[in-house]
Structures are given as C-alpha cells and as structure tokens.
C-alpha cells in the first residue's frame, strides 16, 4: 500500500530524528568525558580569571594609596617619607604607577639640584618602551632641559627636531629648548623659525606663544635693527613642559 505524500514526509522525518538520536548516542559515548572535562576546566579557568582580576584591582588600589602617601608627604615638605613609597612603585608592573614615581622621584632630585640623578631618571621613562610614547616625549624633553648645560646645542636640536613640529602637544616645550640651542650656535635665523611655529601653533598655551611672538620679533632683525642675545641657559629651570604640566 502506497504511503500519501502527508504521511511519506512523517516517515522521513522520524527517520531523521532516529538518526540524529543515534548519532548523539555514538558522540556521547566516544567524547561525552572529554566533553565534561573540558566544561570543567573552562568553568576553572573563568573563576582562576575573576580571583586573579580582584587581586589586580586590590594590588591597584594598594599602590594608590601608596602614591597618595607620598604626595602627602612631598606636600609636607617630608622627602624622606615619600622616599619608600616612590621607590616600590618604580618597580610596579603596572605602568602608570612606575611613571607616576620615576617622574616624581626626578622632581625630588631637580629640587635638589641633582641634575645628573634627574636627567637619569627622565631618560629612564624615555627608553621603556612600555610607555605611551607622548609620557617617553615629556621625558625626553625634561631630561634634555636638565643636561642641557652640559650638551652640545646641536646635540639638544636634534634630540628636539622630531617634537618641535606644528600639531605636536610638546611643541612649546621642545621648541624653546631647540631655539636655545640655535641662539647658542649664532643661528639666529633657524631660532627665529622655530619660535614664529610656536606663536602660530592654537595648541600651544597662550603664555608660551606670547613668549614666542616676543622672542620672534627680537630676532627679527628688520624689525630691531639690533642683534639678540642669546637667552641664559635652561638648564633644570628651562621650560620642561607646557604650563607647568607634568603629564600629557
């Protein structure tokens, strides 16, 4: 007897399911452990991840309030304090906390006039890698202001030609370091250059551009008729970042 179309599209069907069913069967019992173990260690591994992200979250929170220590005590005029707690965070995997105490135990040490112990510092941020590469610039320039009685001027311009462009948030900063450097090389010309791009350039704060439009006009000798002299110096007081920032 004929099955209709109706009940041929049942028969099928239930053939399928039988088959699916057997074919389950057979995957559960060749990997059904293999499947039960590797539920295991995925559920293992996620709770290993959660407990390894709370002890991050609680050695973060230690570490801040080990930074905050010792800004309360450098606030308090106590080095000695903050001493410890700067010099464990300058070891801390996390890299915003090893900036943080290496830029501060710099400060310390320009405060005290250590400019080589400085300098040393700065040029430590500015060749880890590890660090965004606007903090390894502001390193860079604060460890060249500080040696820079101590270098050559064509050693400060070149260190600063790559952050003396227009755009660059260090601009201000590393373009009066450059255009020092050029005055004590009798390139009045070249400094001149370099202040009128910083007196252009709307991110640079107001007061470094005001500075710079001064500083162009002097050496402009059509306008002054009279040669400039070069500026003292910078030195540890140098400018060594854009107002008075110490991050950017």
């Given at each position: 007897m004929a099955l209709t179309p109706q009940n041929n599209e049942a028969f099928l069907r239930e053939v399928d399911d039988e088959l699916r069913r057997d074919q389950a069967m057979h995957v559960w019992r060749r990997y059904g452990i293999a499947i039960i173990v590797a539920i295991v260690v995925a559920l293992a591994a996620f709770g290993a991840?959660?407990?390894?992200?709370?002890?991050?979250?609680?050695?973060?929170?230690?570490e801040g309030e080990q930074l905050q220590a010792a800004y309360d005590a450098l606030a308090s005029n106590d080095a000695n304090a903050a001493a410890a707690p700067l010099a464990t965070l300058t070891q801390s995997g996390r890299v915003g906390?090893?900036?943080?105490?290496?830029?501060t135990q710099a400060d310390v040490?320009?405060?005290?006039?250590?400019?080589?112990?400085?300098?040393a510092k700065f040029a430590g941020?500015?060749?880890?890698?590890?660090?965004?590469q606007p903090f390894r610039d502001?390193?860079?320039?604060?460890?060249?202001s500080a040696e820079f009685d101590t270098l050559k001027p064509d050693v400060v311009a070149e260190r600063m030609r790559p952050l003396a462009v227009a755009g660059n948030p260090w601009?201000?900063?590393?373009?009066?370091?450059?255009?020092?450097?050029?005055?004590?090389?009798?390139?009045?010309?070249?400094a001149g250059q370099v202040f009128a791009r910083i007196a252009a350039d709307e991110q640079v704060p107001r007061s470094l551009?005001?500075?710079?439009?001064?500083?162009?006009?002097?050496l402009d000798d059509k306008a002054t008729g009279?040669?400039?002299?070069?500026?003292?110096?910078?030195?540890?007081?140098?400018?060594?970042?854009?107002?008075g920032v110490t991050t950017r």
């Open positions: 991840y959660l407990f390894w992200q709370h002890r991050q979250e609680q050695a973060a929170g230690r906390y090893r900036v943080a105490a290496t830029f040490l320009l405060q005290k006039n250590d400019l080589k112990g400085a300098a941020i500015a060749q880890d890698a590890s660090v965004a502001l390193a860079l320039i604060r460890q060249t601009l201000g900063s590393a373009g009066e370091l450059m255009a020092a450097a050029y005055l004590q090389q009798g390139r009045r010309d070249l551009r005001q500075r710079a439009v001064q500083m162009a006009g002097v009279t040669p400039a002299a070069a500026p003292k110096a910078p030195g540890a007081t140098a400018p060594a970042q854009n107002e």
